[in-house]
């Protein structure tokens, strides 16, 4: 578990504890750890990723592009440490909540009439490979439209939603552990699914256009 500490916004040039940004049709690029893993209908074979010695790092990756339910399972590279394998990242339900919820994260004007939804991810290690301690990278909403909505990243304790990382047992197969993604959906409109882009990880994959389109889960 996190400690609490003060929440914030990053994409101002000052310290605040919080990052907003705007929608956008473009994946963003995920930071240190991965992601979901598909069904077997939507993964698609591949050859394995490098591990350390001693590790099996096979896996089939989901391909890119692959739309998903709710529920449904993505299997990603993914390196953490200078160790690489394969996580899987399953969205396992959206719920809505009320405005009134941002209240403690000081969001101000910014967030005037945005209805917060909660994304509820489990992430597992499918090659057994040491994640100790590794993050859930950076997913986003989908709104109806398919469009990205507004994302909150929360640094610190955000009780309606919190951020969870591995613990030291995120080491061997079948692992896991599960976290929560904060997004808002503008006035009149809802957040119906969710996005996740390995773009940072193509280096990884066997595929030399993997990252290029988003794993997306639609409720």
Same mark, same amino acid.
């Given at each position: 578990?996190?400690?609490?500490?003060?929440?914030?916004?990053?994409?101002?040039?000052?310290?605040?504890?919080? =990052?907003?940004?705007?929608?956008?049709?473009? &994946?963003?690029?995920?930071?240190?750890?991965?992601?979901?893993?598909?069904?077997?209908?939507?993964?698609?074979?591949?050859?394995?990723?490098?591990?350390?010695?001693?590790?099996?790092?096979?896996?089939?990756?989901?391909?890119?592009?692959?739309?998903?339910?709710?529920?449904? *399972?993505?299997?990603?590279?993914?390196?953490?440490?200078?160790?690489?394998?394969?996580?899987?990242?399953?969205?396992?339900?959206?719920?809505?909540?009320?405005?009134?919820?941002?209240?403690?994260?000081?969001?101000?004007?910014?967030?005037?009439?945005?209805?917060?939804?909660?994304?509820?991810?489990?992430?597992?290690?499918?090659?057994?490979? &040491?994640?100790?301690?590794?993050?859930?990278?950076?997913?986003?909403?989908?709104?109806?439209?398919?469009?990205?909505?507004?994302?909150?990243?929360?640094?610190?304790?955000?009780?309606?939603?919190?951020?969870?990382?591995?613990? *030291?047992?995120?080491?061997? *197969?079948?692992?896991?552990?599960?976290?929560?993604?904060?997004?808002?959906?503008?006035?009149?409109?809802?957040?119906?699914?969710?996005?996740?882009? =390995?773009?940072?990880?193509?280096?990884?994959?066997?595929?030399?256009?993997?990252?290029?389109?988003?794993?997306?889960?639609?409720?």
């Amino acid at each position: 578990m996190r400690t609490a500490m003060p929440v914030a916004l990053a994409v101002s040039a000052t310290a605040m504890a919080f =990052a907003l940004s705007g929608c956008s049709s473009e &994946d963003t690029p995920a930071p240190p750890i991965a992601p979901p893993p598909a069904s077997s209908a939507a993964a698609a074979p591949s050859s394995s990723a490098a591990a350390p010695a001693g590790e099996s790092a096979s896996a089939e990756y989901t391909k890119q592009g692959t739309k998903l339910k709710i529920g449904e *399972k993505a299997v990603v590279p993914f390196k953490s440490k200078n160790n690489t394998g394969a996580v899987g990242v399953t969205v396992t339900g959206i719920d809505k909540g009320v405005e009134a919820d941002l209240a403690p994260l000081k969001l101000g004007d910014r967030a005037k009439g945005m209805t917060p939804y909660y994304i509820q991810v489990k992430v597992t290690n499918e090659t057994g490979t &040491d994640f100790a301690y590794a993050s859930l990278g950076l997913m986003n909403g989908l709104l109806a439209d398919g469009t990205k909505g507004p994302h909150v990243t929360v640094i610190g304790k955000f009780e309606k939603c919190d951020s969870e990382n591995a613990d *030291k047992t995120f080491t061997t *197969k079948g692992a896991s552990f599960t976290s929560c993604v904060l997004a808002l959906a503008p006035a009149g409109a809802e957040v119906k699914g969710a996005s996740y882009s =390995a773009s940072t990880y193509r280096d990884l994959a066997p595929e030399t256009d993997y990252g290029k389109e988003a794993v997306t889960w639609q409720s």
